[in-house]
């Protein structure tokens, strides 16, 4: 993966548990997403959120620090 290309990208929960029927943790989810666009390093085509999965059509524009931006979507999200 690398910046200045579109990815079709899968995240999944452990054990496939459907954390993401809870709105909170959607919201997480979204609001980490908006972040990173706001900060103009991802420009996001489409999503879609599932209970134990997300699907995203994303650009990686530039890197966050050091590393990428799914590294930092992951890692904030995963906490």
Not at 17 to 25: A, F, I, Q, R, V
Not at 26 to 43: N, T
Not at 51 to 74: A, G, Q, R, V
Request: glycine share 2%; proline share 4%.
């Amino acid at each position: 993966m690398d910046v200045c290309e579109v990815f079709f990208w899968t995240a999944t929960i452990n054990d496939w548990k459907p954390l993401l029927s809870d709105e909170t943790c959607k919201q997480i989810i979204i609001d980490s997403l908006l972040y990173l666009k706001e900060r103009k390093l991802i420009h996001i085509l489409a999503y879609v959120i599932m209970p134990n999965h997300i699907h995203l059509i994303w650009k990686l524009n530039d890197y966050n620090s050091k590393e990428l931006p799914s590294s930092s979507f992951t890692k904030f999200t995963g906490h």
